[in-house]
Structure formats: C-alpha cells, structure tokens
C-alpha cells in the first residue's frame, strides 16, 4: 500500500532544467534506445506513469527479497513413493501457487520500469530511456556526475513517496525536454 507521507525529496523545475543541460552535454544522445531509434518524451512519460501506477498498485519495496518469506516450506517433499504422473502434478501446483503470489508482490523501482517494458505501455527502447533520464534528474538533484537512480532509490530511508516524486519529475521532464515536446522556452511564457 502506498505510504501517505509526503516526499521529503522536491525536484524543481530548476532541477529539470539542469537535467537538460547533463542530457546536452552526454557523450551519447538521451532519447535513442537500444533499437536505435528514438522515442518521443511522450512515450517515456507514458512508461513512468504507467510505472508509478504499477508501483501504487502493487506497492514499492526498496530491494527485492529473495527466500525470505520462508517460500521454501510449501516445496512437496521427496517421496520415493510417489509415481512420475503424481510428482509432476505436486511440481507443477507449486509452480502455479508461487507465480501467483509473485503478482501482487511489492516491487522495486528497476522491477515496475522493466514490468511496464513488457507491456502496451512500453518497450525495451522506453524503459531504458526512463532509467537514463531518472539517472539526470539524481545527477542534477544530488549534484554529483556518478549518481545514478536504482542506486538512489534503494538508500536506507527513501519512501514510497520519494519514488513518486521522482517517477513523477521524470514524466514532467519528459513530456518537457524529450522529442515531440514544445521548447521550454514556449512553455515558460
């Protein structure tokens, strides 16, 4: 469930413009993905937002947990008894039980971008676009060029609505600096 206290991190329009002038200045060009073409800032902006409803959803984790939450305990005993037919049904009913229980699990910012990668609300292209310019906007908020945005969102103490904030000024920059987007210059008058 999403957590209601307010995001102690403010990305301003003064960081989103400082994120542009990190994108200028990169040695490669922000808004071409790994298929080598380009994705407008609509389609980054529609990939975060679908990103932080995933997140709202499902809810956010800072890291992922693996085996602690005692999956093991329902994996069907060894049983030399047991016929190949009867073993295979045990198998495959502990699959389906554990891929089920998986879909409405908490998810870290990297897992719900890559999710929404795989959906009608993004590509490969999209989410690693978005991972890029998150990347900016930590680089321009934090002030330092090695910063980077899964990094950032796994810190001790960051909030549901830390992540919001960010998914939030990552969609703004989008739609503001990516391809397709009105000058900013028009959009200040």
């Known amino acids: 469930m999403p957590t209601t206290t307010p995001s102690s991190v403010v990305f301003t329009a003064e960081t989103l413009r400082r994120a542009a002038e990190l994108e200028a200045d990169a040695y ?3 808004w071409i993905g790994p298929s080598g073409e380009e994705s407008t800032g609509e389609a980054v902006a529609r990939h975060l937002d679908a990103t932080l409803a995933l997140l709202d959803k499902d ?21 030399d008894s047991m016929t190949v037919k009867a073993m295979l049904k045990a198998l495959l009913r502990f699959i389906r039980e554990d891929v089920a229980s998986t879909k409405t699990q908490r998810r870290t910012l990297f897992t719900a971008l890559r999710h929404v990668g795989e959906s009608d609300d993004g ?12 990347t900016l906007l930590i680089q321009a908020h934090t002030g330092s060029p090695t910063a980077r945005a899964m990094p950032w969102s796994e ?7 830390d992540i919001t904030a960010l998914l939030t000024a990552g969609a703004q920059f989008a739609r503001t600096y990516g391809p397709g987007a009105a000058s900013p210059e028009v959009l200040a008058a």
């Open 155 to 161: 810190r001790l103490g960051r909030t549901h609505a």
């Open 59 to 79: 809810g956010w984790d800072r890291i992922m947990h693996f085996g602690t939450d005692d999956s093991t305990s329902h994996i069907p005993a060894d049983d």
């Open 28 to 30: 490669r060009p922000l």
């Open 123 to 134: 590509d490969s292209d999209t989410r690693d676009i978005a991972c890029e310019a998150l």
